[in-house]
């Protein structure tokens, strides 16, 4: 499996002549699902779920299919009939050659007055967990964790008790396209110090 970074929350992963893209969003790069064999949604905002992006490469590859949860499925499913998938907190199916399992309900709350939406993660080979927006724990060994390193809806502290919490191998930060370069060093040694696994950040088009 090749794993290789994109803009904030987006992954590309490749097997056998595959690609299956994560979250493919507005602050990702314009091409970010372009060529992809699956794509996976966790939720509905805009930095994750890009309609018109989706749209494009679905149209671009005629085998190509779309796992997400309903809010955004339904947004597609008629315009791609049998092509896009709604799924939920524990189901499995298998997307470009890739086994996958689905973790987590709701997205993490932003402030109380806002209304939680649904969100979920997806766990990949039994391997790579990308959770969203959500410090989901899936509750089964996790090997590469793609850590959403800066939000609006957690802090540091969170973080490193969320890597704690799921203990994988090693972390790879995700959703850090509102984290300053100033504060990266900040946040990469406090992380690599206290999160009890190896850290690491990507540049867009690095690969792990």
Not at 40 to 64: C, I, K, M, Q, W
Request: proline share 7%; glycine share 8%; aromatic share 6%.
């Amino acid at each position: 499996m090749k794993l290789t970074k994109q803009l904030h929350a987006c992954v590309r992963l490749e097997k056998d002549g595959r690609t299956l893209v994560v979250d493919p969003g507005a602050f990702s790069e314009q091409d970010a699902a372009a060529g992809a064999d699956a794509i996976l949604v966790t939720h509905e905002h805009p930095d994750h779920f890009d309609e018109g992006r989706l749209r494009a490469a679905l149209e671009a590859n005629p085998a190509a299919g779309l796992w997400t949860l309903a809010s955004v499925a339904e947004r597609l499913s008629a315009a791609f009939p049998g092509r896009v998938h709604t799924v939920g907190h524990g189901d499995a199916f298998t997307a470009a050659g890739f086994d996958v399992q689905v973790h987590g309900e709701l997205h993490a709350v932003i402030h109380p007055d806002i209304p939680r939406i649904t969100n979920v993660g997806f766990l990949l080979d039994g391997s790579v967990f990308h959770p969203g927006d959500a410090l989901t724990v899936p509750g089964v060994p996790v090997d590469t964790l793609m850590l959403p390193v800066h939000a609006p809806w957690n802090k540091l502290s969170e973080v490193i008790d969320y890597i704690r919490e799921v203990a994988p191998r090693r972390s790879i930060d995700v959703h850090d396209a509102l984290l300053s370069d100033l504060a990266r060093p900040v946040y990469d040694r406090q992380i690599g110090a206290l999160g009890g696994a190896e850290h690491l950040r990507l540049a867009p088009g690095e690969q792990a």
